[in-house]
Nanobody, 115 residues
């Protein structure tokens, strides 16, 4: 099983980034896919999630209207489009795959937003 995140980097406030998470080794289309983040000294928090079927999504209040999660089951990939980035969005972003009690995590990608 692998979840490989990419697309992180350094961006100025107000800018945009698109994170990708390429999955392999499991039945991707059956899993709920989510993005979490963890800032220094803080607990890991849910940023956005997308259902395995139907495409319903949920977002943390802090990112609603700025971030969009999507998935391409044909490519086994989940995305996080991040617009209007703020310094408070600075964190390591992790991809998560969940099916009932089974959880897989990626290694994380750093996002740094400068003011």
């Amino acid at each position: 099983v692998q979840l490989v995140e990419s697309g992180g980097g350094l961006v100025q406030a107000g800018g945009s980034l698109r994170l990708s998470c390429a999955a392999s080794g499991f039945a991707f289309s059956s899993y709920v896919m989510s993005w979490y983040r963890q800032a220094p000294g803080k607990e890991r928090e849910l940023v956005a999630g997308i259902a395995s079927v139907g495409g319903s999504t949920n977002y943390a209040d802090s990112v609603k209207g700025r971030f969009t999660i999507s998935r391409d089951n044909a490519k086994n990939t989940v995305y996080l489009q991040m617009n209007s980035l703020k310094p408070d969005d600075t964190a390591v972003y992790y991809c998560n795959a969940r099916y009932f009690t089974t959880n897989f995590w990626g290694q994380g990608t750093q996002v740094t937003v400068s003011s």
